[in-house]
Nanobody, 122 residues
Framework: QVQLVESGGGLVQAGGSLRLSCTASIRTFRFANVGWFRQAPGKERESVAAISGSGDSTNYADSLKVRFTISRDNAKSAVYLQMNSLKREDTAIYSC???????????????WGQGTQVTVSS
């Protein structure tokens, strides 16, 4: 059973940047699509970005594609989410998930990490 672990969250001022990491426990991770999702207090979980197993294809939420970049390093079994020009409304728990279709919803993904908190202050 693959396990995913997120890291890189924290407290940042508006306008700042963070890079989240999602690392997997097994090497076959490199064949799986991986998505980043976020859930803010009182809101539904939403898709942020996703990347194919090879890294050749990506998908973004329209409102985030200018500021966020997803990438992966399969040699390290890791997927990253670079977040720039952060806004208060980006405050949420960010989770990575594997095994779903590119651009799929949260329900489409089978394996989840525990999440990492991102808090953006004004």
């Amino acid at each position: 059973q693959v396990q995913l672990v997120e890291s890189g969250g924290g407290l940042v001022q508006a306008g700042g940047s963070l890079r989240l990491s999602c690392t997997a426990s097994i090497r076959t991770f490199r064949f799986a699509n991986v998505g980043w999702f976020r859930q803010a207090p009182g809101k539904e979980r939403e898709s942020v970005a996703a990347i194919s197993g090879s890294g050749d294809s990506t998908n973004y939420a329209d409102s985030l594609k200018v500021r966020f970049t997803i990438s992966r390093d399969n040699a390290k079994s890791a997927v990253y989410l670079q977040m720039n020009s952060l806004k208060r409304e980006d405050t949420a728990i960010y989770s990575c998930a594997a095994g779903g279709p590119l651009g799929g919803r949260a329900d489409d993904y089978r394996v989840w990490g525990q999440g990492t908190q991102v808090t953006v202050s004004s």
